[in-house]
Nanobody
Framework: QVQLVESGGGLVQAGGSLRLSCAASGRSFSSYAMGWFRQAPGKEREFVAAISMSGGSSDYADTVKGRFTISRDNAENKVYLQMNSLKPEDTAVYYC????????????????????WGQGTQVTVSS
């Protein structure tokens, strides 16, 4: 079992940057595919980014492609989301999610396929 704790959220002006971190406890973090999702008030949770267990494969929502970068450090049991050129519409609670990967290159964009979730961290982008 994996426990996930996000950090790094906060208030930033439009055009600014934030780096979210997700620390994982438990064994075999390197066997887990990881993802970031977000949920804005009154909206459904949506996919943001995903990365394979090896870190060699990743995918992004079209709305963040070119602005956000997902990465992981398996030695530190952490996954990161670097967010640049932030927009007010990026305001949401951001969640880290994990699941055992099928293969080293597998990543998952469907939140229903994740077994483990963090508590979330608030990101607010002011205009």
């Amino acid at each position: 079992q994996v426990q996930l704790v996000e950090s790094g959220g906060g208030l930033v002006q439009a055009g600014g940057s934030l780096r979210l971190s997700c620390a994982a406890s438990g064994r075999s973090f390197s066997s887990y595919a990881m993802g970031w999702f977000r949920q804005a008030p009154g909206k459904e949770r949506e996919f943001v980014a995903a990365i394979s267990m090896s870190g060699g494969s990743s995918d992004y929502a079209d709305t963040v492609k070119g602005r956000f970068t997902i990465s992981r450090d398996n030695a530190e049991n952490k996954v990161y989301l670097q967010m640049n050129s932030l927009k007010p519409e990026d305001t949401a609670v951001y969640y880290c999610a994990g699941r055992l990967g099928y293969s080293r290159s597998s990543y998952y964009t469907d939140g229903l396929r994740y077994a483990y979730w963090g508590q979330g961290t608030q990101v607010t982008v002011s205009s």
